[in-house]
């Protein structure tokens, strides 16, 4: 019951989806982290799995899309419901083990995808009532579409790449900046310690009260002195 207009639209998704799906899992076996699954680091495990829910359900919309005589409305419902228990499950994570420092950015994508799976069912309503009108399932391209796009960049994170979008680079400047600044005051700090702790030493003229040789007479000064002449 799609538009047969989109036909090719859906065929080139799944083939798409379908190879992504596999490079992922290449993606994975080949990252640099040793430890997967329970152990792996919070981040790689949201990246991993919001990479997996999407493409998965990209490639069904595809699939369903493409059998002949089907409404695509109520799969969309459906992958939609498991996509947002997919992100409660993350967000459970991420409350038990909340990572600290830099690594809570990549959470910021768990609000973001669930809000685009409300958008899918909230859609899939509309699909449902409506399977021949092309608004619909024009948003319905639109929304693989996007999953596309947070699939790849997910995948492209697991495999260790820098991020270069422009606020995670400035942000890196930022503290590498503020790490060269906070070198100098620790170093004279430390300084500044050590000089403290160190013992004082006698002056070069001065001399002990006892049992030190007099320059002037040759012998010793003080109370040792007295007590040899007498």
Not at 100 to 129: E, F, K, M, T
Not at 170 to 182: K, P
């Given at each position: ?23 992922l ?21 949201v ?27 109520y ?27 830099r ?5 910021v ?13 909230l ?17 319905q ?50 300084t ?37 002449s007498?």
């Amino acid at each position: 019951m799609v538009p047969t207009a989109y036909h090719g639209f859906f065929a080139g998704c799944a083939s798409v989806a379908a190879t992504l799906i596999g490079l992922l899992f290449v993606a994975i076996s080949v990252s640099p982290h040793k430890e997967v699954g329970r152990r792996a680091p919070l981040s790689f495990q949201v990246q991993a799995a919001v990479a997996f829910t999407t493409l998965i359900d990209t490639l069904v919309v595809a699939l369903v899309a493409l059998l002949p005589g089907n409404n695509p409305g109520y799969s969309t419902m459906v992958l939609a419901c498991a996509g947002i228990s997919s992100t409660i499950g993350m967000t459970v994570l991420a409350l038990r083990d909340w990572p600290a420092g830099r690594d809570r950015w990549h959470l910021v994508i768990i609000p973001v995808l669930g809000a685009l799976y409300i958008l899918q069912l909230l859609n899939g309503i509309d699909l449902s009532l409506h399977p021949r009108g092309p608004g619909p399932i024009h948003r319905q391209a639109l929304l693989v579409i996007v999953f596309f796009v947070i699939a790849v960049q997910r995948a492209w994170e697991l495999l260790g790449a820098r991020d270069t979008r422009m606020a995670a680079v400035v942000g890196h400047l930022v503290r590498e900046r503020r790490a060269l600044a906070m070198v100098p005051t620790a170093v004279s700090e430390t300084t500044d310690d050590a000089t403290s702790t160190l013992p004082e030493q006698p002056g070069h003229g001065a001399k002990c009260s006892y049992g030190v040789p007099s320059p002037s007479t040759g012998g010793l000064d003080g109370p040792t002195t007295g007590a040899l002449s007498s």
